[in-house]
């Protein structure tokens, strides 16, 4: 293979050769989806094998640079549950470790030539964690202990294994590794190793004080002229020689997922957080590489300045330190992606800051809310970091949890720059940081609520209005508060209105409101749990009549359709406006929508079925409106769709007109750029002969090179007219067609 290491991690599947890596694949390459549980290089066939949480195999060729996809096990019915552990290799077969059994492939046809679900006295569909055979000897590690066949033998027969569990002497829980060294056999679970010793288990002498070890196999490196024992626990990596010496070597770091031992005499080792470390002689001092992009595969408060993206990673906790440490926030600009987080800034690190997953920017500064830690300000043109919580600042939490943890769950800058936040079900859970500030300002609850609202997430309008997203203390929607804080150093100048599901308080279709977006019409869109609804005049929504509150739920333009409601039980989870006034929709498990400037129509829909989407679970959508990228957040990581409205240009003189020429058998589209905020474009013949009229909003539009009635045109030079909305400006440019 090149002396080629292959990873796969929750971004993919990753080549580093040569101090580098030299490729990454996912979904969008080909790639089944992002989370590989395991993976194994298959000489034979040049390939490498990976397996995923469902019991899906991906092939990838590395000579023909593909994909294919071997779906067997995750087409089982009788079991539920179906992740690949373990692959291993043995006699032209590849034997596969899953959660109800053993699944033999052959090599040469990658058909199924046999399978186990029960293993010997085992109950049938016992999940089996590890895989090792040794000469013709099969041994299992499973949630039951372990197991041990002759593959001569028929192992369909349950005399035909031994078995092994507690009562036999095994360490309690899963045994998750097992191998054979120096005639023993081995086994690890997370509390304790022991060996087979005359039929009986003990502790084994030289692992005594470890627990929760990988055994990776017997290796011949140069770090040692002994055959030794490679394996490794999270922040140890193990060598043990044929006389039961242990060397130990420690990388000083934490989340240690792999390891192998390679001919060059150098140790590498695979990190939860750090990526692929590499050390020299087996000593303790390790390079670090990973590949450019966020060290997560979490996204959540993803807003864009000038083209710079920010944006935090997740409120939920993974249970792990060492995972959780990482959760801080990106900063990804014309250098790439900049991680900032407790492992990589000392400031994060002294205040324990983690979980950001709101964000807000004003001229001078990014602004990142976290769950419990506060508020991080972010200088733009020096990096310096700032971190406001309950220790040095006016922020405070729930006083019926812990007022000392702000979870900041909102996080808006208004039109003046002054930055507001909101603080989960806080006593005072508003506040406003005034700019060159740095104190923050609060604000208790509103009089137009009561004592079972709860304040949860917050949107700023252009007309500086709060809408503040409401619910009880169990997390029941409440509606929203519309407020109205004038000046925000006179707090008693607040006045405010909630709006409800009921008719005459708000309209919105359900009283769980989960995003909150203002279009460019000044529109205010409100997403809940089950539809949507927009504000035409919100400027009008606390002062107006009960008419002029209430929200219009988004109408069907098809006449046909069942319902005269569009999208009206979708559980919306995100929302976002692109350049040409259309809406990005996300849902919490059906993936996204793009609908048009009303809200009447679906122009697009993107599921994980039939797009590169990662997961139909989405997290969170926002637009770079210079480049027209989509920025998709999943359960499952960060898509990024190429849409075709952009920023509107500042001069409409010369158009850009691609491709040019245009082929009927080669592309799809034409793309029309520099165009103002609202242009009519007219397509000319030569000859001044009208051939197509395209309405458009934003920088970008496209047509089909059809004619008005739908029909391709002849070959030949095409004049491109397009006059803005006023009448004041023109932009002009030519394509060629070839028909």
């Given at each position: ?80 549950s179906k992740q690949i552990n373990d692959f291993e290799l043995h006699d032209g077969s590849l034997y596969i470790a899953t959660e ?48 041990v066949g002759n593959l001569n033998d028929n192992l369909d027969i349950e005399a035909s294994w031994a078995n092994y569990d507690e ?451 989405i997290r969170d959508i926002s637009v770079n409106e210079e480049t027209g990228e989509v920025y998709i957040s999943t359960d499952a ?103």
């Open positions: 293979m090149d002396n080629t290491i292959w990873g796969v991690s929750n971004g993919g599947l990753f080549a580093f050769q040569d101090q580098e890596f030299i490729h990454t694949f996912t979904p969008v390459d080909g790639m089944y989806r992002l989370d590989g549980s395991t993976l194994i290089y298959i000489e034979e066939i040049n390939s490498i094998a990976i397996g995923y949480i469902d019991g899906m195999i991906d092939l990838y060729n590395i000579e023909e640079d593909g994909f294919d996809r071997v779906e067997d096990i995750s087409r089982v019915q009788a079991f539920t109800f059994g053993i699944v033999v492939y052959d090599i040469d046809t990658f058909l199924v030539s046999n399978s186990y679900t029960k293993i010997g006295r085992f109950d049938r569909g016992t999940p089996v964690f590890d895989i090792h055979i040794d000469n013709e000897i099969i041994i299992t590690g499973t949630q039951q202990g372990v197991a009562s036999s002497g095994l360490p309690s829980g899963n045994i998750e590794s097992v191998t054979v060294f120096n005639d023993q056999v081995l086994a690890s679970s997370s509390s304790s190793v022991v060996a087979l010793t005359n039929g009986a288990w003990q502790e084994y002498s030289p692992l005594s004080n470890y627990s929760g070890v990988t055994f990776k196999g017997i290796t011949n490196g140069n770090i040692t002229d002994d055959r030794v024992l490679l394996s490794f626990t999270s922040n140890r990596v193990l060598l043990i020689d044929q006389n039961d010496n242990l060397t130990i070597i420690n990388p000083g770091i934490p989340g240690i997922s792999d390891v192998v031992i390679e001919d060059q005499n150098s140790i590498s080792i695979a990190t939860i957080t750090s990526g692929l470390g590499r050390s020299e002689g087996g000593s303790n001092e390790f390079t670090y590489f990973a590949p450019s992009g966020p060290n997560l595969n979490f996204f959540q408060g993803i807003s864009f300045s000038d083209g710079t993206l920010i944006s935090g990673t997740t409120p939920l906790s993974q249970r792990n330190s060492i995972i959780d440490n990482r959760k801080g926030y990106y900063i990804r600009d014309e250098s790439g992606w900049r991680n900032f987080n407790r492992s990589t800034n000392e400031v994060l690190d002294q205040f324990q800051f983690i979980q950001a997953f709101t964000s807000t920017f004003t001229d001078n500064y990014y602004y990142f809310g976290s769950w419990g830690r506060g508020i991080a300000r972010h200088d733009r043109e020096t990096d310096q970091i700032d971190v406001f919580n309950s220790s040095n600042s006016s922020l405070r939490g729930w006083a019926a949890d812990d007022p000392n943890f702000p979870v900041i769950s909102g996080l808006e800058t208004d039109s003046d720059g002054a930055v507001w936040a909101t603080s989960r079900y806080a006593t005072n859970p508003l506040y406003v940081q005034l700019p060159g500030e740095n104190e923050w300002i609060n604000y208790g609850k509103s009089s137009a609520v009561s004592q079972n609202d709860e304040y949860l997430y917050l949107f700023v309008d252009s007309f500086n209005q709060k809408w503040i997203t409401l619910q009880t203390a169990g997390g029941t929607g409440r509606g929203v508060l519309v407020l109205n804080t004038g000046d925000p150093s006179i707090i008693e100048e607040s006045t405010g209105v909630k709006l409800t599901e009921d008719q005459g308080s708000g309209n919105l279709p359900d009283a769980s409101v989960t995003a909150i977006i203002e279009d460019k019409e000044g529109e205010v869109w409100i997403g809940t749990e089950r539809g949507i609804a927009r504000f035409i005049f919100p400027q009008f929504v606390i002062t107006g009549s009960a008419e002029e509150r209430r929200a219009q739920w988004l109408i069907n333009e098809d006449p046909d359709a069942v319902s005269p409601f569009l999208l009206r039980d979708i559980n919306v989870t995100a929302m976002a406006v692109n350049s040409a006034n259309q809406k990005w929709i996300g849902t919490a498990a059906e993936g996204v929508w793009l609908l048009n400037e009303t809200g009447g129509a679906i122009i697009k829909r993107f599921t994980s079925e039939n797009s590169p989407l990662f997961s139909d679970a990581g960060l898509n990024v769709y190429q849409d075709v409205p952009i920023a509107p240009s500042s001069s409409m003189d010369k158009l850009k007109v691609y491709p040019n020429p245009f082929l009927y058998e080669s592309h799809d589209k034409i793309l029309i750029e520099n165009l103002s905020e609202i242009t009519t474009i007219r397509i000319l013949g030569v000859d001044g002969t009208l051939i197509r009229t395209i309405p458009s909003r934003g920088g970008r539009a496209e047509w089909n090179g059809l004619d008005a009635s739908g029909r391709q045109i002849g070959s030949g030079i095409y004049i491109v007219v397009a006059l803005d909305s006023d009448g004041n400006e023109r932009g002009f440019g030519k394509v060629a067609i070839i028909r």
